[in-house]
């Protein structure tokens, strides 16, 4: 079973919006063999790194092509600026990038708290 690491890059509008947000991230992948179950990613438990890194054993997902990230809107100013995610098989060593550079807030930008995101 592969461990897939996911990385979660804030930008420059909200930096370091996940260290010390108590609000947890939702993350389902969509890959051409199968999809994940919705993933809850604690900010929490984030390996230390700056930008939230997470480490999961998942099923083979083959190449992953689509996300969908949600937020629950939780804690203290939960909103941040998300600019991208990255998605790494450290088995096979795939790696995709889903661009997004927009907010997930219900009072900046659109006021949407959920993206789905394609890969670059």
């Not at 592969?2 to 969509?30: E, F, K, M, Q």
């Not at 997470?54 to 996300?67: C, H, I, K, M, N």
Request: hydrophobic share 30%; net charge negative; charged share 25%.
């Amino acid at each position: 079973m592969p461990t897939y690491r996911i990385d979660v890059h804030t930008g420059t509008l909200s930096p370091g919006a996940l260290s010390g947000n108590d609000a947890n991230i939702h993350l389902t992948l969509y890959g051409t063999d199968a999809s994940s179950d919705e993933l809850v990613l604690d900010p929490n438990s984030a390996d230390g790194s700056e930008n939230g890194g997470f480490s999961l054993p998942l099923g083979e997902l083959g190449d992953v092509q689509r996300l969908r990230v949600r937020y629950d809107d939780t804690g203290l100013g939960p909103a941040w600026f998300l600019d991208s995610i990255t998605v790494r098989n450290e088995q096979s060593g795939d790696e995709w990038t889903f661009p997004c550079n927009r907010w997930l807030a219900r009072h900046k930008d659109d006021g949407e708290i959920e993206r789905t995101l394609d890969v670059a």
